[in-house]
C-alpha cells in the first residue's frame, strides 16, 4: 500500500491505484463519528480545475500527498469544485466535494470517503463513513516517486532531484540508458562506440540503482549503463543532495532506475516494439524488439499481479579514427629538431554490439496494510568487433623534410619521412557483461508504523578475448599533413594494397575475465508523527560483496613468410572509404576477421610458435577481495512555519562501516600480497525546503559523503617490465574519497506544469587519487613503479539553470508544443599532473546545455534535442610526456517522429547524432592531435503496439 510511504519519504509524484480489501472498508464504514478536533497541518497550494471528480481527486492526492480511498460508484458522473489557493489538506478536500453528495475521514494519514448522511448533520470532517455497498471495491489514490511527472517529482521532493518519466524517455531516439540519461539537467555523458562514462556535476564518482537496489558492475563502483537498453525502466531518477536514509557512495550523485511493476497498471496490458535500426557507416539494417506484457487480479488471497518484459536490440559499434600516441623531439638533417608525432595510425572500427534483456516483476497485496514486490532482471550485452589498423612508426624513420611547423613552435604540422617502417594489424575481440539481479521487498503498515524488508543479490560477469595479428613492411617514402583538422598519411615506393608487400611480423592474445558478487539485506523503519515532526525514519543495511578478476596476455614475434588459413586467405584489403570518400590510401592489406575466429586461432597459435590450446590465465595478474559494509541510519523528516512561511526538509546521520580484505596469488619469489584492513564513517545530511511563494521555492541542502576506490585500483597486483624497470601497480591502501557538499536552488513551478530553477552547488572533496611513480624493490632488485594514491584535496562547483514548460495555452496545433533547456557551469581546482602541468578533475566539461523541442498532441509526438559539452579533461596525464589529454567541445543533434495509425498502433522514426559532428582528442593544445574520431550515424524506423491502459 503506498498511503504513507511516498509522502513520508517526501518522495511524492504520479497517482497509483489500488484496491483495499472489503474489511478494512467495512471496518472504516463501521467507525463511530468522533467529535472534530483536527491537528494543525501546513497550507498546501492547490490549484485543481473543475473535471470529474476522478481526475480532481488524482490532483488532490499529487498534490498534498495524502492517499484518497472511494468506492468508484460513489464518484461516477460527478464533478469536484475548482481550487485556487493556500488550504490545509482536509479543508481543500471539504471544499473539493462541495456538492457532491460525499463526504470523508481521515485513517492512517489517507481519506477515505462515503456518501454523506441525511439525517445526521455532523461536521463534515468529521462525519462517520457509511458503507455504500458492502459488495463493491474502494479504490485508493496514492503517490509514488517513480511513475510521477518530472517536474511533480522535483517539486514534492525534499531533496534536490532531477529525472525523466516514462513518457519523457519514450519521446527520446536513444537506445541505451546512458544515451537517456545525458538529456537529464546537471548530467554529462561521454558515449562512444560501445561505453559509456556518466559524470553529475562534474563528478565521474556517481553510483546506480535499481529500483532503489545497489546496482554494481564487477570492479567498479558504477555500472555500465550503456549495457542496459532504455525500454527496461519506466522512470529516471538522479539525487544531486544526498539523505541519510540513502545508500552512500556517490560524491557526485546517485542514479535510480525504475523498472515497470504489475501495480503500475490500472488494467492488464501489453505492448510491442519493432525496429530496423540502420547505421551509416557499415550499411547495414540490425533489429530491435521489445515488449511486456502485465496484469492484476483481485483473488480470495488478496491482489496480485504480474510483469514479464523482454527486450533485444542489436547496434552498430562504428567509427573512423586517426591516431597519434605522443609526440617527441627529432633531429632532421638541417640540425635542428622538431617536434613530431612519433607514430600515426589510421584504424576502422566495426562491429555489432547487442543488448538482451527479460525482466520480471510479481506483487502481492493481501491486506491494505502489506504487500510484498519479488523483481528478476537478466541483462547480457554482447560485443562483437574488428579494429583493422595501419600503423606507421615515425620515430623509427627518418626525419627527412620538409617540415612545415605551426607558427611560433616546433611542432610540426606536416612533413616527410623515408625508411618507416608499417605494420598492419587486425584486432578480433569478443566479450560480453552480463547481469543477474534478484530482489524480494515486504511493506507492513500498522497505524502510524510502516516497515520495509529488502533483499537483493547481483551478480555480473565480463568475459572479453582479443587476438591480434600483425604484418610488416617497410615504405621508403612517407608524407604527412593535416587537412581541414583531418590528418592523414601516404606512403610511396610500395603498394600498401598487394599483399607481398607484407610479411608476418607479430600475434598477440588477451584475455580477461572478471566476477562480481554482492548480497544485500536492507531494513527501514518510518514513524509517522502530528507536529513539527512529521515522521521518523530508521533503519539498516548490511551488504558483501565478492570480486575477482583474471587475465592474461600472450605476445609473439615471426619473421617471413604468408600463411592461407583453411578456405580462405590469411589476409585482406577490407574497406574502401575512411572519413570521406576522397580520403588517400583508404586500403591496405590486412589480417581478415575470418582468420582471427575462434575455431582458426588454433592454427595461428602454431605459426607464430605457440602452444595451439587456449593460453591460461597468468595466475599472478589477477586478484580477489571481499567487502563487507554495515550500515544504520536516523533521519527526521520535519515541517514547521517560519514568519509565516512553511519550511520542511530531512535530517539525519549515517553510520557506514566497511571492512575489505584483497589479495592475491603469491609472487614466483613466494612474496604474499594480502591485505585487510577496515574504517568507518559519520555521514550527516540536511535538506530543507521553503515555500516563499505560491509557487516560488527555497532549497538549502549540506551533507558529507564518500566514494570507495574501485577495486581495479585496489588491485595488489605488479606488472613490471624487466627491460625497462618500470612497473604498474594498484594500492589496497586508499582511502576513500570524502566530500563536503553545499546547495542551495530556488525554484519556480508555473500554474500549468512549467518549471525554471537556479541551482549552486560547492563540494570540498579530500582524497582525490592520482598516479605517482616511486623507487620499490621487488625481489631484490629495484624498479620504478608507478601507483594510485589518495593525494589531493580540492573543491568543485558551479551552477546549473533549468527550464521546461509545455505550451498548453498556445492557440490550437500549437499547444502541443514544449521546451526544455538547460546549462550547467562548472569549475574545479586545478592539480599538479606530477610532470608539471596544471589540470581540473578529469570528464569535467566546464560549459554543458541542452535544449529540446517536443511535440505532443492528438497522438502526434515528436521531439528535436540538441546537446553541447564544452572542452573535456579526458586524462590528466594523457601519453608518455605527462600532457593532459582534452577533447574538443562537442554536440550532437538527435530527433524522433511518432505518428498514430490506430488507437493501439503508432509508427516511429529517429535519428541519433543526425550531423555526425568529429570529435578530436589533443594533449596540451590542438597542435598535438591524439585522435580523430567520426561515429556513426543510426536511423530507426518501426511500428509499436500497445493493448491496455496505464495510469
Do not use: C
Amino acid at each position: 500500500m503506498t498511503r504513507l510511504m511516498g509522502k513520508l519519504l517526501g518522495m511524492t509524484g504520479l497517482l497509483t491505484v489500488a484496491a483495499v480489501d472489503k474489511a478494512t472498508a467495512q471496518r472504516a464504514s463501521q467507525a463511530l463519528p468522533q467529535p472534530f478536533s483536527r491537528v494543525r497541518q501546513l497550507p498546501r497550494l492547490l490549484r485543481i480545475p473543475q473535471t470529474n471528480l476522478v481526475d480532481a481527486l488524482r490532483t488532490f492526492s499529487r498534490q498534498t500527498g495524502r492517499s484518497v480511498g472511494f468506492a468508484p460508484k460513489l464518484v461516477r458522473n460527478k464533478l469536484g469544485t475548482a481550487l485556487d489557493g493556500r488550504f490545509d489538506p482536509d479543508l481543500g478536500l471539504a471544499r473539493l466535494l462541495t456538492g457532491t453528495g460525499l463526504t470523508f475521514r481521515a485513517i492512517d494519514g489517507g481519506y477515505v470517503l462515503a456518501a454523506a448522511s441525511a439525517d445526521r448533520p455532523v461536521p463534515i470532517v468529521a462525519r462517520a463513513l457509511v458503507a455504500h455497498n458492502d459488495t463493491v471495491d474502494i479504490v485508493i489514490v496514492g503517490t509514488r516517486l517513480d511513475q510521477g511527472e518530472a517536474t511533480e517529482v522535483k517539486r514534492r521532493s525534499l531533496q534536490s532531484v532531477s529525472g525523466l518519466s516514462d513518457a519523457d524517455i519514450r519521446k527520446v531516439a536513444d537506445t541505451s540508458l546512458a544515451d537517456v540519461l545525458r538529456r537529464v539537467p546537471g548530467v554529462q555523458s561521454s558515449v562512444r562506440a560501445a561505453g559509456a562514462l556518466i559524470t553529475v556535476r562534474g563528478l565521474s564518482q556517481t553510483e546506480y540503482r535499481l529500483n532503489g537496489r545497489n546496482l554494481t558492475s564487477t570492479l567498479f563502483r558504477g555500472f555500465d549503463i550503456a549495457a542496459l537498453p532504455s525500454d527496461i525502466v519506466s522512470s529516471i531518477d538522479v539525487y544531486k543532495t544526498p539523505s541519510a536514509s540513502q545508500i552512500e557512495g556517490g560524491i557526485g550523485g546517485v542514479v535510480d532506475f525504475h523498472t515497470r511493476r504489475p501495480f503500475d497498471a490500472a488494467t492488464p496490458e501489453a505492448t510491442a516494439t519493432v525496429k530496423g535500426v540502420y547505421g551509416d557507416l557499415d550499411g547495414r539494417v540490425r533489429p530491435y524488439v521489445s515488449g511486456h506484457v502485465s496484469g492484476r487480479w483481485t483473488t480470495s488471497a488478496g491482489e496480485i499481479g504480474l510483469l514479464i518484459g523482454a527486450s533485444h536490440q542489436s547496434q552498430d559499434v562504428a567509427g573512423d579514427i586517426f591516431r597519434i600516441d605522443t609526440n617527441a623531439l627529432r633531429p632532421i638533417e638541417t640540425g635542428q629538431s622538431v617536434d613530431a608525432p612519433v607514430d600515426a595510425i589510421k584504424r576502422y572500427l566495426r562491429g555489432t554490439k547487442t543488448l538482451d534483456a527479460v525482466y520480471a516483476s510479481a506483487q502481492w497485496r493481501p491486506a491494505t496494510t502489506f504487500e510484498i514486490t519479488g523483481d528478476v532482471l537478466y541483462n547480457r550485452s554482447t560485443l562483437d568487433f574488428t579494429t583493422t589498423s595501419l600503423l606507421a612508426s615515425l620515430v623509427d624513420g627518418v626525419a627527412s623534410g620538409p617540415f612545415d611547423l605551426h607558427p611560433d613552435t616546433m611542432a610540426v604540422r606536416s612533413g616527410r619521412w623515408t625508411a618507416v617502417p608499417l605494420e598492419s594489424s587486425t584486432t578480433y575481440g569478443q566479450g560480453y557483461f552480463e547481469t543477474r539481479q534478484y530482489g524480494l521487498s515486504g511493506r507492513y503498515e500498522r497505524g502510524p508504523l510502516s516497515l520495509l524488508v529488502n533483499v537483493a543479490n547481483t551478480a555480473t560477469r565480463f568475459r572479453y578475448r582479443a587476438p591480434t595479428a600483425t604484418l610488416g613492411a617497410s615504405a621508403p617514402q612517407l608524407d604527412y599533413g593535416i587537412d581541414r583538422d583531418l590528418p592523414r598519411f601516404t606512403v610511396s615506393g610500395i603498394d600498401p594494397t598487394r599483399t607481398d608487400t607484407w610479411r608476418l611480423a607479430a600475434y598477440s592474445e588477451f584475455d580477461v575475465g572478471d566476477n562480481n558478487r554482492e548480497t544485500n539485506v536492507r531494513l527501514d523503519g518510518v514513524h509517522a508523527f502530528d507536529g513539527t515532526i512529521k515522521a521518523l525514519k530508521f533503519g539498516g543495511r548490511f551488504a558483501r560483496r565478492n570480486v575477482d578478476r583474471n587475465s592474461d596476455l600472450t605476445m609473439a614475434d615471426v619473421s617471413g613468410g604468408t600463411v592461407t588459413m583453411a578456405g580462405d586467405t590469411f589476409t585482406g584489403t577490407g574497406l574502401d572509404r575512411l572519413f570521406t570518400s576522397a580520403y588517400p590510401q583508404a586500403q591496405w592489406i590486412a589480417p581478415t576477421r575470418q582468420a582471427l575466429a575462434v575455431e582458426r586461432l588454433g592454427t595461428l597459435r602454431s605459426v607464430f610458435g605457440l602452444k595451439s590450446g587456449a593460453p591460461a590465465f597468468d595466475p599472478e595478474s589477477g586478484f580477489r577481495a571481499r567487502e563487507t559494509i554495515t550500515n544504520a541510519y536516523v533521519e527526521a523528516t520535519f515541517g514547521m512555519a517560519a514568519g509565516g512561511m512553511p519550511i520542511d526538509g530531512n535530517a539525519g546521520l549515517r553510520y557506514a562501516a566497511t571492512h575489505l580484505s584483497i589479495g592475491s596469488p603469491p609472487m614466483a619469489s613466494g612474496a604474499i600480497r594480502d591485505f585487510d584492513r577496515s574504517y568507518d564513517h559519520w555521514l550527516p545530511s540536511i535538506n530543507l525546503r521553503v515555500e516563499l511563494d505560491r509557487r516560488l521555492y527555497l532549497r538549502l541542502a549540506w551533507s558529507r559523503q564518500i566514494t570507495r576506490p574501485s577495486f581495479t585500483l585496489l588491485s595488489p597486483t605488479v606488472i613490471l617490465d624487466f627491460v625497462n624497470a618500470v612497473g604498474d601497480a594498484g594500492n589496497p591502501r586508499l582511502d576513500a574519497l570524502r566530500a563536503s557538499q553545499y546547495d542551495a536552488a530556488l525554484e519556480w513551478y508555473s500554474a500549468n506544469g512549467g518549471n525554471v530553477y537556479a541551482a549552486a552547488f560547492y563540494k570540498q572533496v579530500q582524497g582525490f587519487i592520482r598516479t605517482q611513480a616511486a623507487a620499490e624493490q621487488i625481489d631484490g632488485r629495484s624498479f620504478l613503479i608507478s601507483r594510485p594514491v589518495n593525494v589531493d584535496s580540492g573543491w568543485i562547483g558551479g551552477v546549473e539553470l533549468g527550464f521546461t514548460q509545455a505550451l498548453r495555452f498556445m492557440p490550437g496545433l500549437l499547444a502541443g508544443l514544449g521546451l526544455q533547456a538547460s546549462y550547467t557551469r562548472i569549475g574545479s581546482f586545478t592539480q599538479d599532473n606530477g610532470a608539471g602541468f596544471r589540470v581540473p578533475l578529469e570528464q569535467m566539461s566546464r560549459h554543458n546545455h541542452m535544449v529540446g523541442v517536443t511535440y505532443d498532441r492528438a497522438g502526434v509526438s515528436a521531439g528535436v534535442t540538441w546537446i553541447w559539452r564544452s572542452r573535456i579533461v579526458e586524462l590528466s596525464r594523457g601519453d608518455a610526456l605527462g600532457r593532459p589529454l582534452f577533447r574538443n567541445p562537442y554536440g550532437q543533434l538527435d530527433a524522433t517522429f511518432t505518428v498514430p495509425v490506430t488507437a493501439r498502433i503508432s509508427l516511429t522514426a529517429s535519428a541519433l547524432n543526425v550531423l555526425q559532428r568529429r570529435t578530436q582528442e589533443y594533449f596540451q593544445d590542438r597542435r598535438f592531435i591524439n585522435q580523430t574520431f567520426d561515429e556513426s550515424r543510426r536511423f530507426f524506423v518501426g511500428a509499436s503496439v500497445g493493448l491496455g491502459k496505464r495510469r
